[in-house]
């Protein structure tokens, strides 16, 4: 039975500009109706959980919930799952929205790790991403964090971002690295259809960095994270020893999870399912006592190797040979070109994405799927 949890909550201050997630304006009322309806999926669902090696609540922005909404989340998630004594349990959090009495209050219910998003320090870079909080509050926030005992957090920060040049991402790394944070993520802005700043882009409005900047963005993050002592484990996430995030690691090994609230997903014994994504759809099917469920399909095998390969090789260590070798996959076989050229590399028994591969891996996948005929 799935050990990893997933918890989604919808609500944010306001909508970011390259925001594609599922979050909606936060509303008091609605939040706890909200709480309510994952208590009644949590008493639903409690048997499909074994005893639990993560819970992660994400968002949206979780730290928005009152005090007393978060201790009522986390009373029915203690009545109807066993945690192991070593769960890692994560809050995701952003500046603005957290005060030191807040983040206290999650450590006492057992929150022990929390994921702050950042994104940039530097304040012009902020509001063209529709962010609410100023680098200042960022840094104030990480403080709060600290103070309250959290040793384990974690930095989300994004590069690529219009107007962002190499000097202000070098400046947002030893920004990130200063507030020693044992995580950091790194995303590369991807603008998403749909978004304002799609539109922003595609008006000419907003430019994004050429390609060169990205790469070299790539490259300045890698070094400077490195030379702080953060291991690069996945195409965009760094962490001191012994710090990797133990619940995103379950989904890049293609584990089974479990995921409560509107628009989460499950996965377990090689079948995937989606909760309802309509937020008040959600609510009123659990008022009702019925699952939210939108959809469930099995995986069929070509599927499943898709996915081990194109999670698999997000990791730096790469996938094990015997792992490939038990599926039928002979990548270095078919691929001997991408070994060659210095995109592949065997590292022991593993077969892995180079620097220089990852920084490409979504063109480089399609060409190794091409050959495999997935
Ligand atoms: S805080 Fe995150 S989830 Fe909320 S609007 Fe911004 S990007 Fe979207």
Redesign the pocket.
Known sequence: MPEYLYIHIPF?V???L??D?L?IPFDEALAERYVNALCGEMAMRKDSAGTLRTIYIG???PSILSDKLFSTLFACLKANFLFSSSAEITVEA?PGTMSGSAVRHMASLGVNRISM?AQSFDDDELRTLG?IHSSREAILSAGLIRESGFENFSLDLMYGIPGQTITTWRETLSQAVSLRPKHISAYELTPEPGTRLYELIGSGRLVMPDEDSIMEMLDAGLERLSSYGYEHYEISNYALPGYRCQHNLNYWDRGKYIGLGAGAHSFSKDIRSQNLGDITGYIECLERSELPLEKSAPIGPEEAMREMIFLGLRKTEGMALHTLAASGLDIPGCCADLLDEGYLRIKGNSLCFTQKGLAISNELLVRIFGRLGL
């Open positions: 944010c306001g909508k970011c390259y925001c997630f979050s968002g949206g922005t952003n998003g962010r």
